[in-house]
């Protein structure tokens, strides 16, 4: 009985992971599509990500940005500065990225923090976070940034190896999402999101639960924030703002659906392809971005996923 | 130590200025304005390029103040309103994803419009002398500016009929619909003043500095931190705190730089947020 | 004499939950009619569609023969149906004379005279006209929400529950009071779980049980009812 619920959902892991590896051959030998591509996983790792957090546990965090670029400044100063190697400094990143998700999310929910508040305290994190890099010139290189090429990421930095990586990465991501969700957790985690004071009188311990889910989607960002630091080649402030994740997130998740396992692959994919779409309109596509989002929370609240599942009446995860 | 405390008072009447407006609109019902800032530079940047033009200062900001007012009317009539019809937790999260991608509408299309915009306004005397402590012109103006505005909108809302069914409309919705007031309709008014206020702010900060595009969400930032240590839905103590964070602000950039004080600025209003989350200056209901 | 207010086949649901099934009452003009049940029978949604709060998913509201379902809140209030909530719902943050003045909204010319008609009608409140109204007493509070509603000269006043909270001799005065106005022609609906007050001051009655209209009949009949005298007065 139970492996069959579960059955769809392993279905569908090998299905996106089957898809998603053959990618880079569908595309050839463009370096350009690879990379677009590469960056698709990142975004839909990143929105994995913040599924756990908001998608299902109400959390506005509005630092995925920020705790992004936390986990990766702090891996990549300590192996320019500090001499260590990548793949040990990645870990620390990737600590120090849940401790802050933790922590937000614990003082939130202990001074019972609404949904706004904990908007505007992470809202003022990212900007902290913006003005710490700039300011600690010394470590960070400010606004110029630091080069990552070289620093011992090799894996990261060949064209299709890195896509493989980053795609294993993702697939960890979304594994990591099935067994929270199917745990004892995500049965938590529905009926919080459900009605918060009624999960509390039935006895479930929702600070716990929730800085769980804050913790874990954090780490998951930290992951892939420090990741990405080193495929990208390089890091500044910019690349971790508020305009390059954090709106990416919300559209991609508001595209595919929050709180289901295929909305950031799917949102990820839509997302991926009209950013390429509105290329050609140079700096106006934030124009674009904020109109579809204005647009996708009106009326497309509930994603794809959700809008899939009414027309083929199949529970798709 | 006096210039730095005029200036930070003056620079306090400005951070003021924007918080208000956030202030206003967050008495609908948890409205969190996020592109509040973007009022403010569509109006200073109006405001800017008209005096670029040949006009008329006092004109030109009347103008830019105007079509910051505009725009906040035009918001509120489409965009805001399925924030509207919802209630409760839902009306916070819509009202706060709406605006949030309308911030990335205007910041995107000036960005378009105007790419690497730095506009400043400039004024004919840079500045004069008062008592042996030299004053800039622009901080006077400000100064006088903001006076201006909050004498006039406390005036008018403790005054007027209208400026007392706002006030009703913010402290209890319900309440003023059992009065037979249109919620509707005063909150286009409150949002479109609020807009107008901004605006103001934007031409505040075009005095002060300068205006781009990314002022924006810089804005709107500064604008909510003083807006929540003076408690969001007091306008009292946004005031009050809009001064006060001003003078730590002045002071705090004179001793250790301004990097560090913004981190002290905005580890304040996260304080806030945790000890008080009503802020500093609210009412004890 | 024509109805006020007549209700027919009323139908309330919050989401697919019925509260209001098939209600039917009227009232007529100068009359006090009261609508007792327990909690939960649906005496406020029924009296929140009445005032255009809530949209009915079935049945007529009718004010002197106009149809007045549709309509929107402030609108009924214009045409002088006016609800007065359990919760008060006043302006913490204004004085009492603030509050009454924006209960005049609506018919904001004749303020001045209905301010002293309110003022005279409850004097505590004139000694208090320049106190918040958030720290008021209950009873004043309740007072406040009266006057307030009194301030637009309505032609109906619909009353939830106005002895909530309430400690037993402030209820009795704010029944003077009432009584005082019913004297003056004005026509009440109250929603009471204070049964022996509510039927000793109406002349009709309701009783609201799941939703639905269980009996009904002229108040003294009521009283004298053991069913009542059992469920509602707690005689055995």
Not at chain 1, 191 to 209: F, K, N, P, Q, R
Not at chain 2, 59 to 77: E, I, K, N, Y
Not at chain 3, 144 to 159: E, W, Y
Request: hydrophobic content about 50%; overall charge positive.
């Amino acid at each position: 009985m139970n492996r069959n619920r579960y059955l769809a959902d392993y279905v569908t892991l090998l299905i996106v992971a089957v898809v998603l590896a053959l990618v880079p051959l569908g595309v050839g030998g463009s370096a350009y599509y690879l990379r677009i591509a590469t960056l698709m996983l990142i975004y839909m790792a990143y929105a994995v990500a913040f599924n756990i957090i908001f998608g299902h546990t109400r959390q506005l965090f509005l630092c995925i940005g920020a705790l992004a670029g936390s986990s990766a400044y702090l891996s990549v100063v300590l192996v320019t500065k500090g001499s260590l190697p990548p793949w040990a400094t990645i870990p620390l990143g990737i600590v120090f990225a849940a401790l802050l998700g933790g922590v937000f999310s614990y003082v939130s929910v202990r001074r019972g923090l609404g949904v706004i508040f904990v908007g505007i305290v992470t809202l003022v994190f990212s900007l902290i976070f913006h003005n710490l890099i700039l300011g600690l010139r010394e470590l960070t290189n400010g606004e110029t940034g630091i080069e990552t090429r070289g620093l011992g990421a090799a894996a990261l930095e060949s064209g299709r190896g890195s896509y493989y990586v980053i795609l294993a990465v993702l697939m960890a991501c979304l594994v990591v999402y099935h067994l929270l969700m199917r745990s004892r957790a995500g049965m938590a985690f529905r009926a919080i999101a459900d009605d918060e004071i009624a999960a509390e009188l039935a006895g479930i311990d929702v600070t716990s639960y929730k800085v769980l889910a804050a913790s874990v989607g954090s780490a998951l960002v930290g992951a892939v924030g420090a990741v990405y630091a080193y495929y990208s080649g390089f890091i500044n402030p910019t690349v971790y703002a508020l305009v390059s994740v954090d709106i990416v997130v919300l559209i991609t998740l508001l595209l595919g659906g929050m709180g289901t396992l295929l909305g950031p692959v799917l949102g990820g994919v839509l997302f991926a392809v009209l950013d390429e779409l509105v290329r050609p309109l140079g700096r106006l596509n934030v124009l674009v971005y904020g109109v579809l989002m204005i647009v996708l929370v009106i009326t497309f609240r509930h994603g794809l996923v959700a809008a899939l599942r009414k027309i083929a009446k199949v529970r798709i995860p | 130590m006096i210039a730095i405390l005029v200036d930070g008072i003056v620079q306090g009447l400005q951070l003021s200025l924007m918080a208000v407006g956030i202030t206003l609109i967050y008495g609908l019902g948890g409205v969190l304005n996020l592109a509040h800032g973007q009022f403010a530079v569509v109006g200073g940047i109006t405001t800017a390029l008209f005096i670029g033009e040949g006009m008329n200062p006092l004109a030109a900001c009347a103008l830019g103040v105007v079509s910051a007012g505009v725009l906040g009317l035009a918001v509120d009539r489409t965009v805001l309103v399925p924030a509207y019809r919802s209630a409760g937790e839902e009306r916070l999260l819509l009202g706060l994803l709406i605006t949030l991608g309308l911030s990335f509408v205007v910041n995107g299309y000036l960005d378009y419009k105007y790419p690497n915009i730095a506009l400043t306004i400039r004024l004919a005397t840079p500045s004069f002398n008062v008592v042996g402590i030299t004053i800039r012109t622009a901080s006077a103006v400000v100064a006088l500016i903001a006076i201006v505005a909050f004498v006039l909108l406390f005036a008018f809302l403790k005054g007027t009929l209208l400026g007392k069914v706002i006030r009703s409309v913010i402290q209890n919705e319900v309440g003023a619909g059992l009065c037979g007031i249109d919620p509707g309709r005063i909150r286009t008014l409150i949002v479109t003043l609020s807009a107008m206020m901004a605006g103001l702010g934007g031409v505040a900060q075009g005095l002060f500095s300068s205006l781009g595009t990314e002022m924006g969400n810089e804005l709107t930032s500064f604008a909510l931190i003083v807006a929540v240590v003076g408690g969001v839905r007091s306008i009292n103590g946004t005031l009050a705190a809009g001064v006060l964070l001003g003078i730590v602000n002045a002071f705090a950039s004179y001793f250790v730089g301004a990097y560090l004080t913004l981190i002290i600025l905005l580890g304040t209003a996260v304080f806030t947020i945790l000890l008080r989350p009503a802020g500093l200056f609210a009412y004890r209901t | 004499m024509s109805a006020l207010i007549a209700v027919e086949g009323l139908k309330v649901a919050y989401g697919d939950m019925p509260v209001v099934r098939d209600v039917s009452l009227e009232v007529r003009q100068g009359e006090a009619v009261a609508v007792i049940g327990p909690n939960g029978a649906g005496k406020t949604t029924l009296f929140k569609a009445i005032a255009g709060m809530l949209k009915p998913r079935g049945g007529k509201i009718l004010y002197r023969g106009a149809r007045i379902d549709g309509l929107r809140h402030c609108d009924t209030v214009k045409r002088g149906v006016v609800y007065v909530p359990a919760e008060r719902e006043l302006f913490p943050q204004m004085t009492v004379l603030e509050n009454l003045e924006l209960g005049a909204y609506t018919n904001y010319k004749s303020r001045r005279e209905r301010l002293e008609f309110v003022l005279r009608l409850f004097p505590r409140l004139a000694e208090r006209r320049s106190q918040m109204a958030g720290t008021l007493s209950g009873g004043e509070q309740q007072m406040l929400a009266v006057g307030r509603g009194l301030m637009t000269r309505p032609s109906i006043l619909l009353l939830d529950e106005p002895s909530t909270g309430l400690a037993p001799l402030f209820v009795s005065e704010l029944y003077r009071q009432l009584s005082r106005l019913k004297e003056e022609g004005l026509t009440i609906l109250l929603a009471e779980q204070q049964v022996p007050h509510a039927l000793s001051f109406t002349e009709r009655a309701y009783v609201l049980e799941n939703g639905a209209i269980r009996l009904f009949g002229k108040s003294k009949d009521l009283l004298g009812d053991p069913e009542i005298q059992r469920t509602y007065l707690g005689v055995a």
